[in-house]
């Protein structure tokens, strides 16, 4: 990754407007961090055939994992760990991302280094940990198990309201949490200026964690016709997180994960795509999210934008869900557009974001603009 340069502005680029589509602008302005309407006519680079979009955002990411296994992350030393992290944060960034929500594992010290820029990487709301029936079990209730969440500086409160990949066959569904306890947790959450992620499969969890009035569903792999429905109305979002379980079912087969759990993985991910198709036909707010938590994962954020397209939506579709659709539900103060008094926040594509393939190519970012600097800048050497 290159030395952050101070630029101005980009010249006679394709830029997505806040209408998602694209339009040829003379010149696209920023100035401390904010994209303006005009500017000075110096430091001006050259962006013929090239797109510029919002910066991406993961909306479920695990940025401080570094191995699958929790017990493999625990074994390494400390400072081995601190360096995969500070990695991880910067291959995320160089793909893109410029911010983030980590779904548990993050402790706010990195989240600190990153606002301060004393380290690189997307900008990050975290939930500090995954909160378990036997964490609240533990702590006596759920919301105690909640309160010390929040006193480590969680911005978000994760519950885990049903099993996953390694649940016995046919309990994936059994909700952890009674509708009394998200409610409680949701409430307190809410009291204390933070927000509510619920991972759940699907089943009665789901129905509960929205009615509670939680701002997100993570995973859903079994979202109903009427669970969407509900997420329409309440404005929950869906981050359905396709491609990680793609990479499960190929470490099953690669003998790397108990063969036991091979009939539950496939049939979630034959049923996966219907998911997100059920939820953007309710009108449900849809997106991006990786559950990325390796370090050959790290920086291959994008492959998400790529399932989503695989599941049904249209690349329009898919890009709002990685840009506006993402910040508002992670909202850093982001906007994910492009438009005068927005945060500069943007990636330079050498190809048109809209076909599909683009995402695919290893050479497709020129840069990425991060609080109006850029990040790995290929401009001066892309003509």
Wanted: negative net charge; aromatic residues 6%; glycine residues 8%.
């Amino acid at each position: 990754m290159d030395a952050l340069n101070a630029v101005s502005g980009i010249t006679n680029a394709q830029v997505l407007g806040p209408d998602f589509t694209f339009y040829t602008s003379p010149a696209l302005y920023w100035e401390t961090g904010t994209f303006c309407a005009s500017g000075s006519a110096t430091n001006l680079l050259p962006g013929e055939n090239t797109w510029v979009i919002p910066g991406l955002v993961d909306s479920h990411v695990h940025l401080a994992w570094t191995d699958f296994d929790e017990s493999e992350r625990n074994q390494r030393a400390q400072a081995d760990r601190d360096q995969l992290i500070q990695l991880a944060l910067a291959k995320t960034l160089a793909a893109g991302f410029t911010s983030a929500r980590d779904a548990g594992g993050l402790e706010t010290a990195w989240v600190e280094k990153l606002a301060s820029g004393h380290i690189l990487g997307p900008a990050v709301s975290p939930s500090v940990a995954l909160i378990t029936r036997e964490d609240a079990q533990r702590c006596g209730t759920v919301g105690s198990a909640v309160e010390d969440a929040l006193g480590r500086g969680a911005q978000w409160i994760k519950l885990i309201g049903t099993d996953g990949v390694t649940s016995p066959e046919g309990q994936d569904l059994e909700p952890h949490f009674t509708a009394a306890q998200f409610q409680e947790a949701t409430r307190l959450a809410h009291q204390a200026g933070a927000r509510v992620m619920v991972h759940a499969w699907g089943g009665q969890a789901i129905t509960w964690a929205l009615e509670a009035g939680v701002e997100s569903i993570e995973h859903g792999i079994f979202l109903t016709r009427d669970q969407a429905e509900l997420a329409a109305h309440t404005s929950a979002t869906f981050v359905p997180t396709l491609v990680i379980y793609r990479l499960v079912l190929a470490m099953i087969e690669k003998g790397k994960l108990p063969r036991s759990f091979l009939q539950r993985v496939q049939h979630a991910v034959h049923a996966h795509p219907a998911a997100v198709r059920t939820a953007r036909d309710a009108g449900v707010h849809i997106a991006l999210g990786t559950d990325f938590g390796t370090m050959d994962q790290h920086g291959s954020n994008a492959r998400e934008l790529l399932a989503l397209i695989d599941a049904g939506l249209t690349p329009t579709e898919a890009l709002r869900a990685a840009t506006s659709a993402g910040a508002r539900l992670v909202n850093l103060n982001q906007t994910g557009t492009i438009e005068t008094g927005a945060p500069a926040e943007a990636v330079v594509l050498r190809y048109n974001p809209l076909n599909p393939t683009t995402f695919a190519q290893a050479d497709a970012i020129v840069a990425v603009i991060k609080s109006g600097r850029m990040v790995s800048n290929q401009l001066h050497t892309h003509f």
